[in-house]
């Protein structure tokens, strides 16, 4: 099985040949399947992998998904399956793994959980980041093919072909290892409509707004989700006056080239220049297209501050805004966002939406609290970071989503009491009555290693704290690796 065209090219290279090749960044692959033993390691390359690291590998990604609970409870098989990358560090290396069922009508709930695991070392896990797309797009094919072939050869085949591809992948790339990934987030957007005081808003730099003057040229910060994390985070908020905007038109290739999230940004109260806004919509769009950038887009309906709901003509305006950002955008991935300086949790939520695009990590975290959620009969879970920014959430309807929209102004005052409440030592604020008198809100404290996260629950008001606290040492556990590699 060593016919890829990668091989003609170098004309069949001796297993210790490949070995010192580049390419031998891809360190394992495994296939793990739950089966009557437990998670197990059915199909390995190496074929001398340790035997107990292959044990490893397959316990913590198949019960990383599944908790302590068997998944096999009757669920579909469809639709359930995740992209995750975790660290192993007793084996020093990095796993991007894929969760999916393989349907087995002799199995409990017809279906047995199984992960498909690429491992390379900790200290390349760059190139994970670097090539997620493609690298999706072929595991996923090869779960495929592992759910429709139930002979073991078959499987080890296509495990085989997997190897190859995989090969002959890193093979082409030219050097690619940089330490740290690099994220660049762009502001776009008319002069005035608010994107420096967005950036300063998301920051709680409120003094700032008030001397914010237009941005010259371009203004680059870093963001940081947490104190460590994988990627170089840059925020380039660009200057909206005509002449900058002409400058970054004209030279998009430096500005547009590489771009992994793009915010844009509509002044609703400036109603004689919207048409002039959609015109820059659709001219970055086709500069994007002509230079096949497809990152996702926050579109930030802005100044839609909080006494302005309800107004007719904002609601015009809001319409004539939509079409136009839908027109001609089918090949991207946009959501609109009405954001106001004066209503802090609509900046919170977009730009939080906007950075969870970013994670490689966002299904598994979602998969997390979906399980605390069930335990704990909650009907939604955000979880936030120490600054405040939205790492994941869970709501099992809408209306239990917008629940956190409305205890909104609710929850930032306690926030904002947050560090004095860490030194209080109490982990958690029950309040209730916010919106329905059968339910309350939890806001509670959760220390994953050195950080400090915040979980608000939204649940029945008979539910029991005890069972939250319960099951919170299993859910921070779980956190601890997702955290290393959310970004
Ligand atoms: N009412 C209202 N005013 C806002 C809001 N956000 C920003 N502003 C005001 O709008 C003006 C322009 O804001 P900036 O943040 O400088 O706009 P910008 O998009 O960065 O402008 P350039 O740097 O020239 O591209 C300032 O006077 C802000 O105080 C908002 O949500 N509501
Ligand atoms: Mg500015």
């Known amino acids: ?32 399947i739950f089966d009557e033993n437990g998670p197990s390691p059915h199909i390995f390359w190496p074929k001398n992998l340790d035997e107990s690291a292959g044990l490893l590998i397959a316990m913590k990604t198949i019960s990383l998904l599944m908790g ?28 991007l793994t894929y969760f ?28 994970f980041y670097e090539n997620m797309k493609y690298l999706r797009i072929i595991i996923d094919k090869t779960a495929n093919l592992i759910q429709l072939n139930k002979e073991h050869n078959e499987r080890e085949n296509i495990i ?21 990934r690099q994220i660049k987030i762009l502001l776009t957007g008319l002069d005035k409509a608010g994107k420096t005081s967005f950036v300063h808003g998301i920051r709680r730099k409120y003094s700032e707004i008030i001397k914010a003057l237009p941005t010259k040229g371009v203004e680059r910060t ?57 015109d820059l919509f659709r001219t970055i769009l086709n500069s994007l297209i002509e230079l096949e950038e497809f990152p996702p ?14 107004s007719k003509d904002i609601f015009k305006s809001l319409e004539i805004i939509a079409d136009g950002i839908k027109e001609n955008s089918e090949r991207f991935f946009i959501k609109i966002f009405q954001t106001s300086i004066f209503d802090h949790w609509s900046l919170i939520t977009a730009y939080s939406y906007g950075l969870s695009q970013l994670s490689t990590n966002r299904e598994l975290f979602r998969n997390q609290l979906k399980k605390f959620a069930k335990k704990t009969n909650s009907d939604a879970i955000l979880l936030l970071n120490e600054n405040g920014i939205i790492l994941s959430s869970f709501s099992k309807t809408d209306i239990s989503g917008k629940v956190f929209e409305i205890s909104a102004p609710h929850f930032q005052s306690l926030y904002k009491n947050f560090k004095e409440y860490k030194l209080l030592e109490q982990d958690f604020i029950v309040t209730s009555g916010i919106t329905d008198e059968s339910k309350k809100v939890i806001f509670q404290k959760i220390k994953v290693e050195k950080y400090n996260l915040y979980l608000l629950l939204f649940l029945e008001k008979s539910s029991e704290i005890e069972k939250i606290e319960k099951n919170l040492p299993d859910f921070s556990k779980n956190l601890v690796d997702l955290i290393h590699t959310y970004i």
């Open 1 to 32: 099985m060593t016919n890829t065209k990668a091989n003609h090219k170098k004309g069949k290279p001796t297993e210790e040949e490949t070995s010192d090749l580049k390419s031998n960044i891809i360190k394992a692959i495994v296939l793990s």
């Open 68 to 95: 302590d609970s068997t998944y096999q409870n009757g669920e579909t098989t469809e639709g359930v399956n995740y992209f995750g990358i975790l660290p192993f560090p007793d084996l020093k290396l990095n796993g």
């Open 100 to 127: 999916f069922l393989i349907p087995d009508v002799k199995a409990r709930g017809k279906a047995l959980a199984a992960t498909i695991t690429v491992l390379i070392n900790e200290n390349d896990r760059v190139f």
């Open 160 to 180: 085989e072909d997997l190897r190859e591809e995989l090969f002959e992948f890193t093979m082409e790339l030219k050097d690619p290892f940089s330490t740290r």
């Open 222 to 278: 870093e963001e940081n989700i947490f104190e460590e994390q994988n990627s170089l985070i840059s925020v380039w908020d660009l200057g909206g006056q005509k002449k900058y905007r002409e400058r970054f038109l004209e030279q998009s290739k430096i500005y547009l080239y590489n771009i992994d999230l793009m915010f844009f940004f509509i002044d609703i109260q400036d109603v004689d220049r919207i048409h002039e806004a959609l």
């Open 297 to 310: 887009i926050v579109s930030c309906v802005h100044k839609f501050d909080p006494d302005l709901k309800g």
